[in-house]
Structure formats: C-alpha cells, structure tokens
Nanobody, 123 residues
Framework: VQLQASGGGLVQAGASLRLSCVASGRTFSNNGMAWFRRPPGQERELVANIDWRGTIKNYAESVRGRFTISRDNVKNTIYLEMNNLKSEDTAAYYC?????????????????WGQGTQVTVSS
C-alpha cells in the first residue's frame, strides 16, 4: 500500500500549485483523507481533510479560502489546490488516509502516509 504525493515545487508568493496524492495497493474510497504539512523547524499540522464522499471538508484557519481539498475515488486520488501562496506555506506536504470514513482532525487517526512533497514559496 502506497500513497504517492506530487506537485510540489518552488514558486513565488501569490502563485498557485496543485498537489496530487495517488493511492496504490488498495482503495481508499471509503476512508477519510487529509493533507498535513510540516514547516521548517515546526510540528506537523493539519492543512485540510475530506470525508469519504468528498462532501465534508475542514481547513486550517491559515489556509481557509486559499486552499481546496478534493478527491476522485475512481482514480483513488486526492488533490490540494493551493492559491495565493504565502511564504508561511513553505513546508513538506503529506497526504494521509484515515482509519475511518470521516476526515479526522488528529494525525493519530491516520494510518497510511505519503512520502511528502516539498513546497517552497519565496517572497
């Protein structure tokens, strides 16, 4: 079972990026999913989560209105559309699959993790 995250890069402030996370080895269509990030020298934090149907989404206050999480259960893929990026968005971004069908808030509720993709925003 593998979660493969991609789409990170080096961009200027105000730019947009779209992260993707493809699952292989099993389907996660019945699982909540999420994006976390770990800024340099800081703890890992939840960015956004989504329930199994893609209808209930939660966002960190710092990204609400700029980031959008979505999923395509046919493709076994989740996405994170990031607009108006800021320097404080610089971090390694990780996708994760939850134990349950809802998008959990705590990282302890996620039992599958991707390898991370780096997003660096220059000001």
């Amino acid at each position: 079972v593998q979660l493969q995250a991609s789409g990170g890069g080096l961009v200027q402030a105000g730019a947009s990026l779209r992260l993707s996370c493809v699952a292989s080895g099993r389907t996660f269509s019945n699982n909540g999913m999420a994006w976390f990030r770990r800024p340099p020298g800081q703890e890992r934090e939840l960015v956004a989560n989504i329930d199994w149907r893609g209808t209930i989404k939660n966002y960190a206050e710092s990204v609400r209105g700029r980031f959008t999480i979505s999923r395509d259960n046919v493709k076994n893929t989740i996405y994170l559309e990031m607009n108006n990026l800021k320097s404080e968005d610089t971090a390694a971004y990780y996708c994760a699959a939850a134990r349950r069908s809802i998008g959990a808030m705590s990282d302890s509720e996620y039992n599958y993790w991707g390898q991370g993709t780096q997003v660096t925003v220059s000001s």
